[in-house]
């Protein structure tokens, strides 16, 4: 009966413009049960002139066994914009694979028309200092709020994707009260998918193999790759590294949308983020209000509309502030998130709830109480099914109804919005000037200033004010050198840079949070950045700087050069920048004259200057003359042959190191189970790296299950399939290297190989005997520690891995590693680094239970045979994140032939 009165509310209005009635009959036989649609997506206006999706594509968004191609979407977003007045498509910026980035906005006229003038609007509203309250007011008056909305971030998650060209036709053509309320109020903006290359790889995949799909227990795994390096930690690129990720931050500086959505794909029906707890104290308090104001307006409403399973608690918390959306809030304006339930493409199937979630896990309740995604909560009044027949109409008819509530409480509230932007963007100013933290100083002067280049262009890359001391700096903290960085906090963005730049405590130990607990960018970096409590600091005189850029020195003259270690990134860069150089390095420090030469400096004959002075300048390094050879003992630094081994079933974590080895100009061989099955990898190379897998040794060595009853999956580029084969290919990627792997991994290293690995990838000598003295085990289950950054103890000061690294204690992220052990006559010369332990040795987030890591082994060094195994506990490597470890995997690399030298 409820559902009947709202019928007749909508539909009523719908009578006075013509409608597609094949539409509303196929929605409706797509649609699995009469409860899983809307009063506001039912129906479809059909336009002479504005052009429908199927007018363009030949299918109705939603349909079964459809998914659509990038290039097939932007096909219909330019021809909705060519012919309505109503929508605009602007590139902003090309992907890896070279496809266009797009924003389509969708408005009134009026809207469509005045672009730029409400551009300015929220430019003006984002910085209060440009704008008096007055002017303020006259600008929320008259401004109308942008709504963002993302879909296809996760490449798997193919819905929403679709969903978003008919929410777009919708809103440029249906007449009803809603929609023109819509219209007129709000400005939409789309980002039709985030990830576009991973789109059509996983188009690709899905009509290859997914296609076939009959129900949950026969699934095809995914493909290998999604973009070019990540999967869904495009979500969690918390410094931008990833170009999609750029491309969104450089509109968003631009166009301020208050709000910014973000669409995916897991629960049932549908979650809607209402900001949990634990939140970030750092962000305003108005967000925590706005959050579930916006998700309760939505699970009230569609819970009327009769669509079950509808909540918005116990699965993503407001912690940590790298998720992509989280770019609004971190900007003062508001970020938003829906999971919709979704099958991994465009098949019907049948799908259980309880404890049934998809590879076997629990669907939902992460943080609740246990009760299970069908358990009736306060914020699950009316919970999903436990079990159902499940279409990509469903997921497109609850999406788009989510989505165009969050929009009609947008247009009721539009100046609601704007003042909270605002505000919030007001009170982060105030925030600075009233303290206790009032701002930062990245002093001048460190050993090392690449690495504060590169925090410094992480703040600017995210709109932070940076402002360079024209004189010495004098606070309670300390005085600091003319040149320093000053990061004041009463700027707009002044909340961010304390997010980003102080120690984080985790409020309560007994929550779970759903990622990471830490990411100081100091600590992260180990770059000295010092945290002011003295209000003079927003007096101190700093012309704000667009970008800082270190330029490298080479001083004096003589035979010989040395190019400083103080671990420095790009000393990797240098080494393979003059590869054909002979390039040595001093195993001890000496002086040279005054001047200290650190251990690990590279030290050129002056034969090689010309080809080495542009690349030490440009990359920010220190040579100086020697006044004569040196005489401590040298080694030389080749650099090696060099493999990165992949499985096929797990590439994330290897695409990040993949991602850092690029950047910093490291060539390697990536390599799969095919090359390691064909043995002989000693002749081919000097070090094997092993990235994290994000498994244990098992799932290293055995990898992707066969799925039952199916032909092979092969990853191979074909003309029907382009974007399969890259990165790599397979005629199955099923099955792992195996034991036959495991054996050829032990002969390259009796036959004097170097394989080094990281984090739980180190479970994998231990477990399969390569390294036989070594045992790995597992924390116990009331440890908990997601990304705390802990402290690390160097014991092998003069190691070839540690040059560059001048202190002995280290802040390292903790990686969730095995804990390693050696037997006591090993330990002296094996055990490298260690963690002390205990509670005293977190340094930023959570570690529950921190005496199970108590001397734990952080890196070891395990001769086996001629070669050599290098066991990271640690991830030296993590995302674009603990550059401050890096240098440790980039030493591993360069010194491989030398690594007992101590
Ligand atoms: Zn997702």
Redesign the pocket.
């Known amino acids: 009966m409820r559902r009947l009165l709202c019928l007749l509310t909508f539909a009523s209005f719908a009578f006075s413009q013509q409608m597609d009635p094949d539409f509303a009959r196929s929605v409706k036989e797509w649609t699995t049960r009469p409860e899983f649609i809307s009063p506001l997506v039912d129906h479809l206006p059909k336009s002479s002139t504005v052009p429908s999706p199927k007018d363009i594509l030949g299918y109705y968004p939603g349909a079964p066994k459809k998914l659509t191609y990038y290039a097939d979407m932007l096909k219909y977003y330019h021809a909705l914009a060519a012919k309505s007045p109503r929508v605009k498509v602007i590139d902003i910026g090309k992907t890896d694979e070279g496809r266009e980035c797009v924003i389509v906005y969708v408005g009134s006229e009026e809207s469509i028309r005045n672009l730029e003038t409400e551009r300015q609007y929220l430019a003006d509203l984002a910085d209060p200092r440009k704008v008096s309250e007055a002017q303020a007011r006259e600008i929320i008056a008259k401004a109308k709020p942008i709504y963002h909305i993302m879909g296809g ?2 490449s798997a ?1 193919t819905g929403p994707s679709e969903m978003l060209m008919e929410l777009a036709y919708r809103l440029a053509t249906e007449d009803t009260p809603l929609i023109q309320k819509i219209r007129d109020n709000v400005i939409v903006t789309i980002t039709p998918v985030a990830e576009p290359d991973g789109r059509d790889r996983y188009v690709d995949w899905y009509y290859k193999y997914k296609i076939n799909d009959t129900g949950e227990d026969n699934e095809a795994p995914g493909p290998p790759y999604w973009g070019k390096y990540i999967f ?1 930690d495009n ?1 969690r690129d918390i410094n931008y590294s990833q170009k999609t990720t750029q491309r969104l931050l450089g509109w968003y500086l631009q166009w301020h949308p208050p709000i910014m959505h ?1 669409l ?3 629960e049932p029906f549908m979650y809607t983020f209402s900001g949990q707890a634990p939140q970030n104290p750092t962000l305003d308090p108005i967000l925590y209000g706005e959050l579930p104001w916006f998700s309760n307006f939505e699970m009230e409403q569609m819970t009327k509309y009769g669509m079950p399973g509808v909540w918005t608690h116990a699965f993503v918390d407001m912690w940590s502030p790298g998720y992509l959306g989280f770019m609004s809030s971190n900007h003062n304006g508001m970020l938003r998130m829906y ?1 919709t339930f979704g099958n991994g493409g465009a098949n019907t199937m049948h799908r259980h709830i309880d404890g049934g979630g998809r590879g076997g896990a629990p669907a939902g309740g992460r943080g609740g109480r246990g009760g299970g995604p069908t358990a009736r909560e306060w914020y699950r009044p009316l919970p999903p099914y436990r079990e159902t027949d499940w279409s990509q109409r469903d997921n497109t008819n609850y999406e788009e109804t989510g989505v165009l509530t969050a929009l009609q409480l947008t247009s009721a509230f539009p100046q609601i919005i704007l003042e909270n932007f605002y505000q919030k963007s007001k009170n982060s100013i105030e925030d600075g000037k009233k303290g206790p933290v009032h701002g930062y100083v990245i002093p001048a002067g460190q050993p090392d200033m690449t690495r504060v280049e590169q925090i410094v262009s992480i703040l600017r890359l995210q709109g932070i004010e940076v402002g360079h001391s024209t004189g010495e700096v004098q606070l309670k903290e300390g005085t600091y050198p003319a040149g320093s960085f000053i990061i004041k906090r009463d700027q707009p963005y002044g909340r961010l840079a304390k997010i980003l730049l102080e120690k984080q405590v985790f409020p309560d130990p007994s929550l779970t949070t759903y990622d990471d607990t830490a990411w100081t960018m100091g600590l992260m970096s180990e770059a000295n950045v010092v945290e002011s409590k003295d209000a003079a600091i927003l007096d101190v005189p700093a012309p704000l700087i667009d970008k800082y850029e270190v330029h490298g020195t080479v001083t004096g003259t003589g035979a010989y050069y040395a190019v400083l270690d103080h671990g420095s990134n790009n000393m990797v860069t240098l080494r393979y920048r003059i590869k054909d150089v002979a390039v040595r390095a001093n195993e001890q420090e000496f002086k040279s004259g005054d001047q200290e030469i650190p251990a690990g400096s590279f030290i050129i004959p002056a034969s090689a200057m010309d080809q080495a002075r542009p690349a030490i300048e440009s990359l920010g390094l220190t040579a100086v003359a020697l006044n004569a050879a040196p005489t401590v003992a040298m080694h030389d630094v080749k650099p090696p042959r060099l493999a990165v081994y992949s499985t096929w079933g797990s590439t994330q974590e290897v695409g990040w190191v993949r991602y850092a080895f690029d950047h910093y100009e490291i060539p390697y061989d990536l390599i799969f189970k095919e090359r390691v099955k064909q043995g002989n990898l000693r002749d081919s190379y000097d070090v094997i790296v092993v990235p994290n897998q994000g498994r244990g040794a098992k799932g290293l060595v055995y990898d992707v299950e066969a799925p039952k009853n199916r032909p092979p999956l092969a990853y191979e580029e074909s003309d029907e399939f382009k974007s399969l084969g890259m990165y790599g290919s397979s005629p199955d990627i099923t099955g792992g290297m195996g034991l036959e792997g495991v054996v050829e991994f032990r002969k390259f290293v009796q036959a004097g190989g170097v394989m080094v690995t990281l984090g739980t990838a180190s479970s994998f000598p231990a477990e399969f005997g390569i390294t036989r003295d070594v045992d790995a085990s597992r924390t116990s289950p009331q440890f908990y520690a997601p990304g705390p950054i802990v402290e690390a103890e160097i014991l092998h000061t003069s190691n070839p891995i540690f040059y560059g690294y001048s202190e002995k204690t280290v802040p390292v992220r903790w990686a969730n590693g095995p804990l390693l052990q050696v037997p006591q006559k090993d330990r002296e010369q094996e055990v490298l680094m260690r963690f002390p332990g205990g509670d005293s040795s977190v340094l930023s987030g959570l570690m529950r239970g921190a005496n199970e890591i108590r001397n734990r082994p952080a890196v070891l060094d395990v001769p086996v045979g001629n070669g050599t195994v290098v066991l990271f506990a640690t991830n030296p490597c993590y995302r674009w994140q603990n550059f401050g470890e890096f240098g440790m995997l980039f030493n591993s690399v360069m010194h491989y032939d030398d690594l007992k030298a101590r």
């Open positions: 971030l996760h998650e869904h979500n973000e995916h794909e897991s999971e």
